[in-house]
């Protein structure tokens, strides 16, 4: 078995990956934060609110808080785009288990989003009328798969790690560890939920769910590895198992830039 994620992809060089026609789109985008100037890091802190602010001065390391700003002005940047809006101007409200959602605004309702930080990466995705999560995740040469597979994952799961050839165990590990965050941050369960509780099989990326829980249909997954090596996976849940379209390509640090000045 191979794993088929790999930089180079065709999602990356085409920029979008189909899983249906006449589909709903989500927005999917990344920034490796070595593009990150100082004068881009204070103009993408200016699109954040006091609360954002003060979150990202709480943190003790430097490459942290800058993954925090990066990450908070990108979806500011893509909300005010998908919903022609001052990027400053979003205001959010907790959501169910405490989710970040779009606080209610002049716009049409069922605006999303999720976002993730890595130090060396951030990533956001958003859409309309879906729930929605993403997780990025930076290649760790100290990861110990096998025993973390056996320790937080389903059997099945951890099956496809311990068949994994040697030199691609950790691969398989971060894209299932990447599936799996995504789908727990679109339920808005976060690690309340067990991570054995479901499984994913890759090469398309699909989910298993629980007995009882019926809406497997429903969910749509991206998994790939950028170019720079991180991982980055996106869950999406259509309310009626329609086709999703990802639109998914690097941010050019540019894009924040002009929209913050």
Same mark, same amino acid.
């Given at each position: 078995m191979e ?17 249906g026609a006449e ?6 985008? *990344?920034?490796?934060?070595r ?5 881009a890091?204070?103009r ?5 609110d006091p ?8 943190? $003790?390391f ?10 908070h002005a990108?979806?500011r940047v893509?909300?005010g ?8 101007? *979003?205001?959010?409200?907790a959501?169910q288990?405490g ?5 209610p *605004? ?8 999720s976002l993730s930080?890595?130090?060396?990466? $951030?990533?956001c995705?958003v859409g309309w ?5 993403i997780?990025?995740e930076?290649?760790?040469p100290?990861?110990?798969? $096998?025993d973390?597979?056996d ?6 799961e951890?099956a496809?790690i311990?068949?994994?050839?040697p ?5 398989f ?6 599936l799996k965050e995504?789908?727990i941050?679109?339920?808005?369960e976060?690690?309340t939920?067990?991570?054995?509780? @479901?499984? @994913?099989?890759?090469?398309p990326p699909a ?11 429903? *969910?749509h997954f991206?998994q @790939? ?9 996106v869950?999406?849940?259509?309310p009626?198992?329609r086709?999703v ?15 913050a000045?």
């Amino acid at each position: 078995m191979e794993l088929t994620v790999r930089p180079q992809s065709p999602l990356v060089e085409s920029g979008s990956f189909v899983t249906g026609a006449e589909a709903e789109v989500i927005h999917v985008r *990344w920034l490796p934060m070595r593009e990150m100037t100082g004068p881009a890091m204070a103009r993408c802190l200016t699109l954040l609110d006091p609360d954002e602010r003060a979150r990202a001065g709480r943190f $003790v390391f430097e490459e942290d808080r800058s993954a925090f700003i990066a990450a908070h002005a990108l979806a500011r940047v893509m909300l005010g785009a998908l919903g022609r809006r001052d990027p400053a101007s *979003w205001r959010y409200v907790a959501g169910q288990h405490g989710k970040p959602e779009v606080a209610p *605004w002049p716009g049409p309702a069922g605006l999303r989003f999720s976002l993730s930080h890595a130090r060396t990466c $951030v990533a956001c995705v958003v859409g309309w009328n879906t729930d929605l999560g993403i997780d990025v995740e930076a290649e760790r040469p100290q990861l110990s798969p $096998v025993d973390l597979a056996d320790r937080f994952f389903a059997p099945a799961e951890a099956a496809i790690i311990r068949a994994a050839p040697p030199l691609q165990t950790r691969a398989f590990f971060l894209a299932l560890w990447t599936l799996k965050e995504a789908f727990i941050k679109a339920t808005g369960e976060g690690l309340t939920r067990s991570l054995s509780s @479901f499984s @994913f099989s890759l090469s398309p990326p699909a989910i298993t769910l629980e007995a009882g829980e019926s809406d497997a249909p429903n *969910w749509h997954f991206l998994q @790939f590895r950028t170019e720079a090596n991180h991982f980055i996976a996106v869950a999406a849940r259509s309310p009626t198992a329609r086709a999703v379209r990802f639109d998914a390509r690097p941010a050019q640090p540019s894009e924040l830039a002009v929209l913050a000045e």
